[in-house]
């Protein structure tokens, strides 16, 4: 199959895009990476009459640490996420992350800004920004906002972009030396979706677990925070007992349902699985 004739634009300035959108009534999408919305539009389950080609536009590019905030320009490739030094310093979790995004040559393409709108439930990228308590800042014919991610992922692909705003960057509060980071997913082969991923984000106080930060990929329709594993960790020890306690605590966190792949029931287990692994490595290295 192939894709529907359309039109093509290519936009100097996030003004100039959001002009372009609004001139088709709405029938339109913004192009970044294209590594989602080409197939999507070779299978027709995208037929926009325009493309709106959003990848030379300078304002939604750009690395920048400010005041302890890391801002991440929506075109920051995800190949970027694992080689730039400052994320690797100030977002650890996303340079954990991005190996597991799909395969090399999809990471040199693909933004984390096409990652985060799309909003598959399955994505690495959008449960990290979950975890780090990023906002995102879009950009639309009213001006900007900023969104927490904890109000970002709506439903399945559902996100707080509204038609035609576009997500200009990431505001991440930079991780402390005193972060433990850690991220892993199960997948049935390598490159695949996750069945289950996790991303760990802990303070550490000495002996004692400060702020626990955890979120999980794969478990239903949005990113979840796991906040009742996080509450059983902060405050304590980080030793055998308390990662158990987490570990159970995620029966309240996770209501997975049962889908051809995987049972909830088994789900849960491997969620919980991977939830005791990551601990574990935070602990062993601490
Ligand atoms: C074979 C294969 C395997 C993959 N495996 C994985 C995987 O394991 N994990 C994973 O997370 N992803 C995976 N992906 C998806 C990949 O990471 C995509 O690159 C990413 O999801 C989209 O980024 P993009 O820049 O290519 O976005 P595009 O494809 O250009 O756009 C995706 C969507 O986001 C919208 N959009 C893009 N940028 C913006 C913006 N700034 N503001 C508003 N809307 C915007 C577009 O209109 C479109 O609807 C895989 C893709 C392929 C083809």
Redesign the pocket.
């Known amino acids: 199959m192939k894709a529907r004739a359309f039109s093509y634009s290519r936009p100097a300035t996030i003004a100039e895009a959001l002009t372009a959108f609004a001139e088709t009534g709405g029938d339109a999408?913004?192009?970044?990476?294209?590594?989602?919305?080409?197939?999507?539009l070779a299978l027709r389950l995208?037929a926009p009459e325009r493309l709106?080609d959003?990848?030379h536009i300078p304002e939604?590019r750009g690395i920048s640490l400010e005041d302890g905030s890391l801002r991440l320009g929506?075109?920051t490739?995800?190949v970027e996420a694992h080689d730039d030094p400052l994320i690797a310093r100030c977002a650890p979790l996303l340079a954990f992350a991005a190996p597991?995004?799909?395969?090399p040559a999809?990471?040199n393409?693909?933004?984390?800004?096409?990652?985060?709108?799309?909003a598959?439930p399955?994505?690495?990228?959008?449960a990290m920004m979950l975890a780090m308590d990023a906002e995102m800042e879009?950009a639309g014919p009213e001006g900007t906002r900023r969104v927490p991610a904890s109000a970002f992922f709506q439903d399945l692909y559902q996100t707080a972009?509204e038609p035609g705003?576009?997500?200009?960057a990431f505001h991440i509060p930079a991780a402390h030396p005193k972060h433990r980071c850690a991220f892993d997913e199960l997948?049935r082969r390598r490159?695949?979706?996750?069945m289950v991923g996790c991303g760990a984000m802990l303070a550490l106080e000495g002996a004692l677990v400060g702020e626990a930060r955890i979120a999980f990929?794969s478990v239903g329709p949005v990113p979840v925070r796991a906040r009742a594993a996080e509450a059983v960790l902060a405050g304590g020890a980080l030793d055998g007992e308390a990662i158990r306690r987490a570990q159970a605590a995620l029966a309240d966190d996770l209501d997975p349902q049962d889908d051809e792949q995987v049972p909830a029931a088994m789900r849960l287990h491997l969620a919980r699985v991977l939830l005791g692994r990551l601990l574990g490595r935070i602990a062993e290295a601490s």
């Not at 597991?100 to 395969?103: P, S």
């Open positions: 999408s913004y192009i970044a990476g294209g590594q989602s919305l080409v197939p999507a995208q709106i959003i990848a939604l929506a075109l490739r995800h597991h995004v799909a395969h999809i990471r393409r693909g933004t984390l800004g096409g990652s985060v709108a799309l598959d399955a994505s690495e990228f959008p879009i972009i705003e576009l997500l200009v997948a490159g695949d979706y996750a990929l």
